[in-house]
């Protein structure tokens, strides 16, 4: 079971990219999927969430959308305006966390290697 994560990369504050995350050997249409990123010298945090309902932190509100394809089995997080601040590696991650504790990243099950987005300013 596998989760690869790709679209990271070298933007400009408010230039957009978009994430991907697909699976293999499972089917990413049965689990809860969330994306984390964690910045330099910060601790891992739940960025975006999908199970169901959506949900999004504070600070991406507005300005991420999470998306599914359960044809091609992946998942995408589109991020636009994007700032300095968002500067991290992204994780995808897949589990079956109670919709209130999506951003707690022991409840998931697989995650994907992580993919570094740099926002410069």
């Known amino acids: 079971f596998q989760l690869q994560a790709s679209g990271g990369g070298l933007v400009q504050a408010g230039g957009s990219l978009r994430l991907s995350c697909a699976a293999s050997?499972?089917?990413?249409?049965?689990?809860?999927i969330a994306w984390f990123r964690q910045a330099p010298g910060k601790e891992r945090e739940g960025v975006s969430f999908?199970?169901?309902?959506?949900s999004y932190s504070d600070s991406v509100k507005g300005r991420f959308t999470i998306s599914r394809d359960n044809a091609k089995n992946t998942v995408y997080l589109q991020m636009n305006d994007l700032k300095p601040e968002d500067t991290a590696v992204y994780y995808c991650?897949?589990?079956?966390?109670?919709?209130?504790?999506?951003?707690?990243?022991?409840?998931?099950?697989?995650w994907g290697q992580g993919t570094l987005v740099t926002v410069s300013s």
């Open positions: 991650a897949a589990g079956r966390p109670v919709a209130s504790a999506w951003r707690t990243s022991s409840m998931y099950y697989y």
């Open positions: 050997g499972f089917r990413l249409a049965d689990y809860r």
């Open positions: 999908s199970g169901g309902s959506t």
